[in-house]
Every structure is written in structure tokens, then in C-alpha cells.
């Protein structure tokens, strides 16, 4: 047992408050009054607001009869026995009305969640899901879908009226906008099928980063159901939006991109546009004891702040603490958006950035051993009735015996008894004044069920209206009907508000030529996305030495000041990173998904994209051009920047937005001439290849939002080991034969055995069940060598295993005996001192693979052979190394493509 005490365990009242305590209960499952106090008579007096609340059944799993845990990140999830009631004002004598009965009737096993009402408190949003259907399969069970009630007319409806629209989709967590239309998450993912349309695959929901569920995101619907659009592109949750009062949309986003997974607050617009980080990217472990905890369910509050509930993600208790989120002023926990970025961003310091505003210390670990004495919230809203209270859903502390099974108070003598644990919550609802910290129970809780969800219809200001921006007003209509957007870039050399490379003196052809700057294009990828296991049954050896599949977008130049301005796609998932001149990644790739919408400009500092709050106020590390007329040192005199501008900005104002690029195309057009030579110009171009070419031809002459680069093993890289390398006199004699797969091979021109130069094979010999080639064992994880015995077979190379003192460890039979070898007749064989000659145990020879996949840069052993003074030099060109270091630093997968994967 883990006793969790702390200074505000016990607390003395005021004149306004009484002594909480958090034992002394007489074990009765029905009454908590014994634990908690009323407070003063102030809050006894409860305006006639309208309140509605969620009350369910206790869940509990049949076979263990533990209670079965909130998992945020399961948004689909259904635990059966939940009522949506509605009562006239905070009051228990206030008639209690059962609003979900009137769909389902009153024993029905359905599930309600997401309660919220609108500003001027007349209309109530919830998601319901229908009774589970006996025997059937999940894709055939209900879906959960949005409805609403209207206070002043006494109607429920469901908002998509259709029954084949609705449950075309999962849809949860919705919230008003300030025009009325609605705001929600769900699996629908209604725009990106539309491109799974255009890229020419079926339309399906794409499973999350890490391959377990549907991905829900937001999406905007009017409040008849119609106009259904998909805002957010993350590649794995969006969940839980509402409204701050400047018309943004925070909700809480979960990053599973890479080796990541964090869930914190983001905001958009109402038409997903300046999609970013909000608050606590970097305090993932706010919980007691440094533990994981997330700000679940974000509320206002009147004073502006962001009320959470400070929980686990898979919620054992369905509860935490209450936590107010300064986001004015506050990106994580010790970063204020006014002040230099921290070196320790998500720690605590003198100004947090968020607060309990608990009466006392409520424990977040989510460990089964913990007792916390303060018990839990579930649920906490502004009562928006002009006073300092929130209705909330609480929990006292409660104990179970471990031999009797019986419940106890939280009481000194209940808590020494050995193996005592918590119980299960008893959540009631509850009027908690946060000037007193006072608590007054409204009703009771009910033995065998809990309160999870409560809303006030009580009136509050009217939220910011956004309007969606529009083609040929805010936005550049040329980009949305292309459907495109701009991307500008500071400073790719920034990190976390500080550069190490001086990009003033950097951006001087005269101290540094193109090739000595760190970086000379970003990349941009998107990953694929994957279809369910029920769409499309493919094998997982398709994602080769990766567990993802990606494509590349297309490239940019890096100008020589560090920045960027490029045209990318819009409404994707996107990602970014830096390559050398070959092509080569040499950073890595950006923290979190971004995305754009059409029309949209997105600025900037660094890489990570999304990942900096445009109101924080710390300077960029490219100040940009000084004055106007302003011309970079030594580069061409007609290149003449404004106050401010980037060398990106500059060269698009004046030439136009760079578009980007399949291929890598280099020329100098910032060097003065008079200055230095130009640095050399170069094009490694997938049209030079004499294989197919994983793009297609259109994308190659002119970049489009919808071109992709899609590069699998077989069709792309198997093909540059087989191409005919042969060179032919004037009468067609061969010359000399590079053809990788000549020496690379297992077998001679003859059909006779061979040891494959270099232990590398290269062909389309099979490597296992799944039919993937030899060779992409042998480039990449490296395979056993071999050697011609002597009856001229290959065989594995076999080396001794040597004890700690490098003797040789002899075969023992297994009663520990030595094994000895013998001849043809079965007679032991003698050394030349007559002893019996062991038999020893041996191990094969590994050889690793020359190519490092995901680090195309790790792989010099490689790529250095065919640069000029290699062993291959000029056998390779270099477009066929800029496609092969692709393919590396996608993740070496056998497809980036799931439809082109055998199925199982």
C-alpha cells in the first residue's frame, strides 16, 4: 500500500468553511455525508440554472469484477449502463428527467459521454452509441453518434438525421461553435479518403501511427448534419475540442509519430488552419512522483483559464485532480511564451503554468497500491451562475477490507490494516465554491453507480466567431484551387530557440561556398496510410526493415541564410527533414505531424512545424535582411531585400514561391560573380534512370500537391542490381560488364557456385515465404558468409566459439560428455600426440549488410565505393545513389505501398 499524505490533507476552515475529512465514514456504501462537509450557507442558495449529468452503472468486468478502466485514447470505447438525466437547477428536489430513455427506453444497455451545452445555455451536445447487438460482428454493432437536445423546445434529435451517414462513422466529443456549426471527433476522415480516392486507392479509415485503431480527428458539421468537413490531418488522435473564448479550438492531440507518444493540448481554427501546439508538449509527467498524467476533457473557466481534469490515460479510478492551465501565458509547465525558450521545458518552477485548484491534494498515478485521502474528481464545469463554483463529480476516499470484502473510512485505523486497498469510487455530484473551498454534496451517490459527465446550461459571453478564410480575401485563390500552401522557414538550423551555426556569416558566398553549409535541401514526406486488417490482409514483411511505410513529397532548396519558403500539399500529414547535395538525410526528422490547408501560409522559426506557439515572443535567429533596399553581402546585386526578410522571402518575392521539386536540382543564384565563381550546378533527376522511376512522369516535369514518390524494393532498387551494365566496342564486343549482379551473385556465367564478391548478394533469389528477394537481406541486415567446401557447394563459413580464455569449447553429449570426431568406419580420431580429437562447437560467420537503413549518411562504405577514387567509381550514377539513399532514409522497406504487399 502506497499512503499518499500531504500538507493539505487535513485543512482548518474559515468562517466561510468547515474541516473536510477524509474518514470517519461509517462504511455505508450510500452515504457519503459523514465524509465530506457542507459548507456555508451561501452555497446552499442555487440559482435556477439547469444542470444535466451522466449517471452509469458501475463498470465492471464479468469475469474479474474490477472496474474496468477509462482509456482516453480508446475513444470508441462502449461500457453499457450510462443515463443521461436533466434536472430544472442544481437542486436534489428538482425533478429528475431521464433524456437518453426517451430514445432507448429506461432498461436499455446503451452508453452516453461528452456532455456540453452552448453559450446562451438553450441547447445540450452529447455523443450516445445504441445497445450492443447480440452475436454480431464489430463492424456490424452501432456507432456512436451526436445528438441534441434543445432546453426551450423539449426536443432530442440526433444531428445526422440519416441513418446510412450516421453510422458511417464514429463520432464523439463535439462542441458548439460560435455560428452554431458543430465541432467533433471522428473516425470519418472524410477529406483524407477523398485522397486516398485521388492517390488511386479504395477509400478506408487509416489506422493511427501505431497500427491499432482508426485514427478520429476533427471535423465541422452545420447542425442539421450536412456540410461534413475534416479539419485536423493527424496520423493518430484528435480528441476532446471545445472553444476558448478567441474562437480557437484547443483539443488534445496524441503524437505516436516515431519513437513519440504524447498527448497535449493544440488549438485550431474553426477551418484548420494555424493548427499548433498550445500547452504541455513537454509535461507529459505532471503527475504525484514525476508520473504520467494527461489534461483530460478541457473546460473554460470564467476567468479565461483551461479547466482539466489531471489524469492517467487509462484511468483505473475514471478520475484525478482538478488543474487550471494558464495558456495565456504558459506553453508547459516553466515556459512562459514572454521569456527565452527553457532548457528544461515541462519542469516546475516558481510560475508554473498550471495549478490544482483542488481543496486539497489529490494523487494522479494511477497505481493500484495508492490511497488517495482526498479522493478524486471525474468531471468539473462552471456552474456560469455569477459565483466562484464549478459542479463537479467527486469521490470521497474509500477503503475495502481485504478479508471481509466490507467498506471502510479513510480513518487511521482502517488505513493500518494490512492489505487494505482502495474500493471502487463512489462518485456523487457535487457544488465546490473555489473561493472557500467548500463542498456541498447536491444529491448523493448511489451504491453501484457513478457520475462521469455534468454540464450547466447557465449563460456565458459568446465566444470569438472565426470566420473559415476565403480564396481571393485572406487567402490566395490560385493556391486554394490548387490546393496547395506556403511554408516558410526561419531558420532549419534552430533548435528550441537557438541556433549554433551563425547564418548571418553563413549566408556570405565569400566565407562559405554551398558545399560547406550543413544543409542544402529539406525534404518533405507524408506517411502512407494503412489500411485495417479487415480492408486489406497484407503481410508485415512488406514494411522491411521500418514498421511505417512513407513517401516523399518532393524537395527545396535550403537557401544559404538556413531559410525556406516552398509551396507543399495541403490537407496530409507531413514531416520534415534536411539532406546533403546527394540526397543524403543528415537530420532528423521533425517531432510531430503538420499539415496545411489550401491557401494557407505557415511561418515558422525552425523545423518542427506546428511545435512553437506563433504568440511566443522569442526572436528568431535569422533576424532577416536590417533596413530596406538591404543586399545580402556578396550575392547578386539585384537581389534586394526588405526589413525583415529571409534570403527565402526575398528570392519569392521577387522570382515567386519555390515549388518543390521530385527531383535535386542545384544552381547558384545568390553568388556575385564578381565576387567568386558560382558554385557548381547539379540535377540528379529520376528521368536520367534507365529503371522505372518510383514518381510519375507529370510529377517529374512540373511538382503538384498530389504528386507522391512511392518507392518499394522490387519495382526500384531490385532493378538498379540488375540493369545490364555491359560496355560494347563499335562492333558490339563487350568491353567490360558492371552489372551488379555479375559479381554479386551466387553463381558464375557458367551456372557454376561462387562465393558473391564482397559476401553480397544481389539478386532475385528468394529469401523466404513472404517472396522477398536475397538481396534485400544481404544490402541491408547482412547475411552469413560463405565459402566453397570441397566438393565445391557453398556452405555457411563456420568459425570456432571460444571461451572466456579463447580455448575452444568443445561438443558435449547430454550427460556432459566430450564428443569426439571420427572417421568414415566410426573410429575416434587422433592428434599426433595419440590423443582423441574433439569435436568443437562452431558458429557461422556473420556479415553485415553495407547499407545502414534509415541513415543513408551511416552508409559510407557504400556510397563511397562509387565516388571518384572508389573501387566503383562511376559504375553507379548518381541519380540511381540520390534513389537508394531515398529508399534508406524512408526506412528500407520491402513497399511504401500496402496494396502492392502479397497478402497473407
Known sequence: MRLAIFSKLFWLATTSAVLINCGGGNGDDGDQSNNSSLGDDADAVIADIPIAYIRRSLPLDEETGTLIANDVLNPRQFIAGAQLFIRDRADANAAEINLSARVFGDDAQYDVKDLV???????????????EIEDADEDEQPTWNIWQYDLTTDELNRIISDDITAEDGQDVSPAYLPDGRIVFSSNRQVRSKAILLDDGKPQYAALTDDRQEDGFVLHVMDEFGT????????????????????????????????????????????DGQDTQELYGYNSQNTGNDDSAAIFFDPRILADGRVLTILRARESNNWGGDLMAIDYDNYSDIGQDIYLPISEEPGVAA??????????????????????????????????????????????DCRL????????????ASNLAIEGITEADPLYGLWIYNLQNLTLQPLFAPTPGYMYT???????????????????????????????????????????????????????DPALFSADERPARFIKIEKPVSQPSQEILDFSNAAFGYSNVMREIMGYAPVEPDGSVKTLIPTDVALTLSLTNAAGQRVSGTTSVWFSARPGQTIESHDLNVGLRRLDETQASTNPG?????????????????????????????????????????????WTNPTVRAKDPSFAYQYANLQTP????????????????????????????????????????NVIVDNTCTLCHNTQNENGGAQVPAGQLELTQSPLDTNNRYRSFLDVGAGDVELELNEDGVLVPRLELLLDGNGNPIPVRDGDGNVIYQTDADGNILLDANG??????????????GPLTPGAAVASPEFFDRFAEGGSHAGRLSQDELKLIAEWLDLGAQYYNNPFAAPLN
Not at 400 to 411: H, R
Not at 835 to 848: D, K, W
Request: with cysteine; net charge negative; hydrophobic share 35%.
Open 453 to 507: 459527465d455534468v454540464v450547466s446550461f447557465g449563460v456565458r459571453p459568446e465566444n470569438t466567431f472565426l470566420a473559415d478564410r476565403q480564396g481571393g480575401v485572406e487567402l490566395d485563390s490560385d493556391l486554394v484551387n490548387e490546393g496547395a500552401a506556403v511554408l516558410h522557414i526561419r531558420n532549419v538550423y534552430e533548435l528550441a530557440g537557438e541556433s549554433e551555426i551563425d547564418v548571418t556569416a553563413l549566408a
Open 835 to 848: 590423443n582423441p580429437v574433439p569435436e568443437y562447437q562452431t558458429t557461422s560467420v556473420g556479415n553485415p
Open 693 to 732: 522511376a518510383p514518381v510519375s512522369d507529370v510529377c517529374q516535369s512540373q511538382w503538384r500537391s498530389e504528386c507522391r514518390v512511392t518507392i518499394n524494393y522490387p519495382d526500384h532498387i531490385q532493378p538498379i542490381w540488375d540493369l545490364n551494365r555491359q560496355e560494347l566496342d563499335d562492333v558490339g
Open 350 to 395: 516558481a510560475n508554473p503554468g498550471q495549478e490544482s485548484i483542488a481543496f486539497a491534494d489529490v494523487i494522479v498515478d494511477n497505481d493500484p497500491t495508492t490511497i488517495a485521502l482526498n479522493g478524486y474528481f471525474s468531471a468539473a464545469t462552471e456552474l456560469y451562475d455569477d459565483t466562484p463554483r464549478l459542479l463537479v463529480a467527486r469521490t
Open 117 to 131: 451545452t452552448n453559450n446562451d445555455g438553450s441547447k445540450l451536445l452529447f455523443a450516445m452509441r445504441a445497445p
Open 400 to 411: 475495502q477490507d481485504p478479508a471481509s470484502g466490507d467498506i471502510l473510512g479513510c480513518v
Open 625 to 669: 535582411a536590417p533596413m530596406d533596399g538591404y543586399n545580402f553581402p556578396n550575392t547578386e546585386p539585384l537581389l534586394i531585400a526588405r526589413t525583415g526578410e529571409t534570403m527565402a522571402e526575398t528570392w519569392a518575392r521577387i522570382n515567386g514561391i519555390r515549388r518543390l521539386s521530385v527531383d535535386l536540382i542545384y544552381q547558384d543564384e
Open 227 to 270: 456540410n461534413l468537413q475534416q479539419i485536423t490531418f493527424n496520423q493518430s488522435h484528435d480528441l476532446q475540442p471545445t472553444v476558448l473564448p478567441n474562437g480557437l479550438i484547443v483539443f488534445n492531440r496524441w503524437n505516436r509519430k516515431g519513437g513519440n507518444n504524447r498527448l497535449s493540448l493544440f488549438t485550431t481554427r474553426p
